[in-house]
């Protein structure tokens, strides 16, 4: 079984993530870089299958330059090959923008099934795996918290409102993977020696045959307007506790007649 | 641009979901209003999406909508909007509306803006107001290029106003193209869910990653108990299978606004901020003095959450067996 896990690359989790209100996008220059969480959960899911039913995990990342250091470490967790897609005509892009560029890199690659996050930890839009399954012509099996394989067969049980569904299709299809599906493994030594010497192919939009009026900003048909902060709520108070906070919790409680 | 705006009905558990009628509270108020049901539903579903101001309501109870996922909702829907071409198509941000507004964007080759708070029709097209990382910010997006402008709607942001109106039903075919099959739902499970709803609770305490397992759970139930509250968690432990998912407060779980929330050793993620930083009173007991969950707290306790909540336990059977 192919997989291909399409992974981005986030400010690190120690990062503040601010937007920019010239370009009104996030700053993503100049901060350190980390392969997503979310990401890493999908990255586990391809490995696992791979290992049980054989086959290769091609990871794909639409990103800058920094998301080098995001992609060797899904190659040392086991990923087989990265694609980079890597073009300062793909800034700006909005979802449909980010999904067609991870299409056109797709239908280069051999593939049975296609492993999403369910939303980044970024942006939490959650949209761009279901624009991707239809720009495919591939079913999506979205919010899956379990995934199982057999006889060309795809069955997740998918998060409900009330509980979960069991879903089934044929392959190829894409899944989209909650963040709790599974611990993704930590890179060992073998695997980081052996991400070096891994190539990681880069296209830009024209290797990938976009017009550049389909992505990036300028074919972003999601426009912000106005970048704003909320109304501040009013600075709250800050205590230490010293073996009363609970009491001084009640205190407010009971001043707030809510006790 | 006409100011029709459709809204895509959901029902849940036999039930049209709050959100539904929220956002046609809020379409028929800035302009026509309409609702599309597909498949199964109560019988009284159509007087309940009328009476929130749906004009009108097309209607398929074919069980192929059930059975089959989203992709014969997304056939039909697509279907629809190419010959009623309604300015604006709203979603609810649930696990259905996020695989619909997904898919007909790409079907339809138009933009989508998710999370949105609050909208107006305007030049022609949306502005939509989204609170961006958690609701650091505040941004408002439109959407270029022609076609039915497709949103993505937070729960709670509109309040569901009942106006005494009745729908005109049109019936629609389901598809009968064979590739709407292509995903089956081959059994739902339902995890009961303990202790009372989360939505309309007046008071809510909610437990993350810094109560370190499933059990201690007790006490925060016994929290919300004396407070007549109900119980959330974070993402975080709802992935660790500590709580069921429908306990889950943030932007991928429920959105609350109670009177008082208490959160218990949650640092406070942008995923769990977007759930819940609008509530009335926040108290916050976290061990780091540098959560994030402490910028939004009316009261920040920096201590152990096994000394202050046993403590606060304590108190409030005091105070209020005095």
């Known amino acids: ?259 | 641009m006409s100011d029709l705006i459709w809204v895509y009905a959901e029902v849940v558990e036999d039930r049209v979901t709050p959100t539904t009628l929220e956002m046609l509270s809020k379409a028929a108020e800035v302009g026509t209003a309409e609702a599309v049901l597909l498949g199964p539903a109560p019988e009284e579903a159509i007087q309940t999406l009328g009476n929130h101001g749906a004009g009108k309501v097309y209607r398929s109870a074919d069980p192929v909508f059930r059975d089959y996922l989203t992709l014969p909702a997304l056939e039909t829907l697509a279907g629809l909007i190419r010959s009623h071409q309604p300015a604006v198509m709203l979603f609810a941000s649930s696990y259905a509306g996020r695989d619909l507004a997904a898919g007909l964007s790409a079907l339809l080759d138009s933009g989508t803006i998710a999370d949105v708070g609050d909208f107006v029709l305007k030049d022609g097209s949306v502005e939509a107001s989204v609170p961006a990382l958690g609701g650091s910010y505040l941004n408002t997006a439109t959407l270029v290029g022609p076609g039915t402008k497709i949103l993505l709607v937070r729960p709670k942001s509109f309040e569901p106003k009942p106006r005494g109106q009745t729908a005109q039903v049109e019936e629609i075919a389901p598809p009968a193209d064979p590739s709407v099959r292509k995903i089956r739902v081959t059994e739902r499970v339902s995890v009961p869910q303990e202790g009372p709803q989360l939505e309309g609770a007046k008071a809510i305490v909610s437990g993350g990653r810094g109560l370190k397992s499933a059990e201690h759970f007790a006490m925060l139930r016994e929290l919300a108990e004396l407070l007549g509250g109900s119980v959330g968690a974070t993402r975080a432990v709802v992935d660790a299978g500590w709580v069921p998912y429908s306990m889950q407060v943030g932007q991928t779980g429920k959105t609350v606004k109670p009177n008082l929330y208490i959160a218990c050793g949650i640092s406070g993620a942008v995923q769990h901020l977007a759930g819940m930083k609008s509530s009335n009173t926040i108290i916050a007991i976290n061990k780091d003095p540098e959560a994030p969950i402490f910028q939004v707290s009316d009261l920040g306790v920096v201590g152990d959450v096994f000394q202050v909540v046993p403590q606060l336990i304590e108190q409030i059977k005091k105070r209020k067996g005095a």
């Open chain 1, 1 to 259: 079984m192919n997989v291909v896990v399409c992974a981005k690359v986030i400010p690190a989790s120690s990062v503040t993530i601010e937007i920019d209100p010239g370009t009104k996008r996030m700053v993503r220059r100049g901060v350190s870089h980390e392969l997503d969480p979310a990401a890493a959960a999908a990255l586990e899911e391809g490995l696992r299958l791979t290992e049980k039913h054989g086959g290769s995990v091609t990871v794909v990342t639409m990103g800058i330059t920094d998301a080098t250091i995001g992609i060797r470490n899904a190659l040392a967790m086991g990923a087989s090959s990265a694609v980079h897609l890597l073009d300062d005509a793909f800034g700006g892009s909005d979802t449909l923008g980010t999904a067609k560029v991870l299409a056109a890199a797709i239908r280069k690659e051999p593939f049975d099934l296609v492993i999403c996050a369910t939303e980044s930890s970024d942006s939490y839009s959650g949209i761009v795996p279901g624009q991707l399954a239809r720009l495919l012509g591939i079913p999506a099996l979205t919010f899956a918290k379990e995934i199982a394989a057999e006889g060309g067969k795809i069955t997740v049980k998918r998060q409900s409102e009330s509980g979960y569904d069991v879903v089934e299709a044929a392959l190829p299809a894409l899944v989209s993977v909650t963040s709790g599906i599974n611990e993704p493994r930590y890179p060992q030594l073998k695997g980081i020696m052996a991400a070096k010497k891994k190539e990681i192919k880069k296209y830009t939009a024209a290797d990938l045959g976009l017009a550049p009026d389909q992505i990036g900003a300028a074919g972003a048909k999601e426009r912000v307007l106005t970048v704003g902060r909320p109304p501040p709520r009013k600075a709250g108070k800050i205590i230490t506790d010293e073996g009363d906070a609970g009491k001084q919790i009640a205190d407010l409680l009971a001043e707030l007649k809510l006790i």
